[in-house]
């Protein structure tokens, strides 16, 4: 991707490839929309194919990506179909809040498998095209989550974003040389239903009111902004960056 001054030329993603995992529902679905409104060519997966209605200017894809085949399958269906993939942005993810004294094997492996798994062999997949193609973005997503070890008893899940975050680096570290950059975006306390699962509609309000420096939870479509503006050419200069989107929540 070249770099483009005109702010009115869709940040240079019009006519880019896409894949946006998570879409059905969250961030996932309003970087979807965003990317396709500013002229990507997006396809939208999801493991629950029947939310995916509705993501206009999007083809869409079922999957199970805590399946590497699966992953494998996505990136090479769209390549088979439009010849390249020039972003990927990693929104999949499943929460469980359960203390660490009760975490057995089996949720450690569904945790791990959809949140980090997916997105290393979604990366590893990606990287080939990309490299071949010497440019390419992705932007990963993690979560607060990972530096303050997860609210409401949400440990594996911050111990999974935390792995995103050291794959983020180690990517970026490696890729750079090919024209590949990789990024992370850390939302905390996005108003979706998996942001909210654990919460009364009270316990919700008043934690946004006593910790979030703009006393309030964020909206998916601030972090799509977000991710938008690090697959654009506006971000060509930025790489193992990761980008808190939390309305003041860390102060990292």
């Not at 009115?8 to 409104?37: D, K, M, Y």
């Not at 399946?67 to 399958?73: F, L, M, N, Q």
Request: glycine share 10%; proline share 4%; hydrophobic share 45%.
């Amino acid at each position: 991707m070249s770099a483009s001054s005109d702010p009115e030329a869709g940040f240079g993603i019009a006519g880019q490839v896409a894949i946006v995992t998570g879409a059905a529902s969250g961030i996932g679905r309003a970087t979807a929309i965003r990317l396709a409104a500013h002229g990507a060519r997006v396809t939208a997966v999801d493991i629950d194919g029947g939310r995916l209605a509705g993501l206009e200017g999007c083809v869409t894809a079922t999957a199970d990506l805590s399946r590497p085949e699966a992953c494998e399958h996505v990136v090479d269906t769209v390549l088979a179909r439009e010849g390249r993939l020039d972003i990927l942005v990693n929104a999949a993810a499943i929460l469980r809040r359960v203390p660490i004294p009760e975490v057995d094997p089996e949720l450690w492996d569904e945790v791990m498998d959809a949140n980090l798994l997916s997105q290393f062999a979604l990366c590893r997949a990606a990287v080939r095209p990309m490299r071949r193609q010497k440019s390419g973005r992705i932007v990963n997503i993690s979560s607060t989550a990972a530096f303050n070890g997860g609210a409401n008893a949400s440990s594996v899940y911050a111990i999974s974003k935390g792995g995103v975050l050291a794959l983020t680096k180690s990517l970026a570290r490696q890729l750079a040389a090919d024209g590949v950059v990789v990024n992370a975006v850390c939302p905390g306390g996005i108003d979706t239903p998996m942001g909210r699962f654990g919460f009364t509609e009270e316990s919700w309000n008043a934690h946004f009111q006593a910790n979030a420096l703009l006393r309030r939870a964020g909206q998916p479509e601030e972090v799509a902004g977000a991710i938008v503006f690090l697959v654009s050419d506006w971000a060509s200069y930025v790489t193992g960056h990761t980008l808190d989107v939390e309305g003041g929540l860390m102060l990292r």
